[in-house]
């Protein structure tokens, strides 16, 4: 598992088995180990990554 928090303006669109995600500003994600999915960067992105 990871997990992602979004730390300035931009936004992506993920698609995936399990349904579609719109990622913005501020958005803690966290990605289950495995997923399957496109990403579609609408605006660049800053992440920040933590792996437990």
Partial sequence: MSMVL???PGREEIE???GNFN???GD???F???L???RD???PV???YFFP
């Fill in 46 to 48: 800053k992440k920040h």
């Fill in 41 to 43: 960067v609408r605006k």
């Fill in 36 to 38: 399957d999915g496109i």
């Fill in 16 to 18: 995936t088995n399990e």
């Fill in 32 to 34: 289950k180990d495995g």
């Fill in 23 to 25: 990622i913005q500003p």
């Fill in 28 to 30: 803690f994600v966290v």
């Fill in 6 to 8: 979004i730390k300035q």
